[in-house]
């Protein structure tokens, strides 16, 4: 058993995959396994992966017919036999001590999940994001009772997870072929299952903010974000989890706003509706608490309800 499977699902990722798998290969920690996911790509991905994988054995490659992101993970995820599964998304580069640190940290906790700070890669310039601070490390947490993890951004490819972990719960990502946004699912669902959490401030994963062909990029794949809320609901009834849902629809929030922020004018509007509407629907509900958002999130989901079309100006330019 390899102390970690490391999934790297790729779609015509020629430009950047030669770096993504160097900095795999060159891990200080030996012993893990590479399972390249080939979805169907039409440039020289393929081409790349077999290259690699006849100079390096413990490569797997996984060729498929294009099937989207959501299938990609889950073949992955099963085929792997690491103890623990680690991401790394084809665009995107790692510290080579990332696993051995990673590793040691769930080891010594027994962790079902551990997650780190990461990079923002831009221009050729990188600048740590510090999401994760001191105070919330060197302890386990236990996302049912400390919440505050849920509103940290999703970067499932920033940490590992216990392989057990995912399969005894039967967490996995959404197959739906073309859609996008399919980490926000698993990150949740990941989360509210997990009884050891552990956090760290190292940062190890470089993610490129700059690649055009990013799925994130997308504005037609918005529609995506809400499906995924969606089955989130229902995963957390099937789990008898329904209290978490004031907590998931504060970090929703903050998601949406991020999009709004980004997005150009005519996708950011006809999202900040789709925000607007469904902030209504949780607050019909009595799904909103102020303890559950971050406090100028909170403001501003406030600022919606009341004053829906000047907060609409106030947001996007």
Partial sequence: MPKISVLVPIYNAAEYLRQALDSLINQTLADIEIICI?????????????EYAKQNKRIVIIDKPNSGYGDSM?????????????????????????????????????????????YLLEDGQNRKLE?????????????????????????????????????????????????????????????ALAERVVLTTDAFLHY?????????????????APQEYQSITAF???HHLDDLMPTIIGAKFGNYLWNILRLPAPAAREFYQTTLSELRVAKDQGLLKRSEFVPRYWLIAQMMLRAPKLTEKFLIH
């Fill in 208 to 224: 490129r903010m700059d690649n055009s062909n990013s799925s994130s990029n997308s504005t037609g794949k918005l529609t995506c």
């Fill in 38 to 50: 080939n979805d169907g790509s039409t440039d020289d991905s393929l081409k790349i992966i077999q």
């Fill in 236 to 238: 957390l009834q099937h």
């Fill in 74 to 118: 889950n073949q992955g995820i099963k085929r792997a036999k690491g103890e623990y599964i680690g991401i790394l998304e084809p665009d995107d580069y790692l510290e080579h001590d990332a696993f051995a640190k990673l590793y040691q940290l769930a080891h010594w906790y027994h962790a079902d999940i551990v997650k780190a700070n990461y």
């Fill in 131 to 191: 999401v994760i601070h001191p105070k919330d490390t060197g302890k386990v947490i236990r996302p049912r009772t400390d919440h505050f993890v849920f509103r940290l951004p999703p970067a499932i490819w920033s940490g590992i997870y216990r392989r057990e972990f995912l399969l005894n719960n039967r967490i996995e990502f959404l197959p739906t072929p073309g859609a996008s946004y399919q980490d926000l699912g698993f990150n949740i669902k990941s989360l």
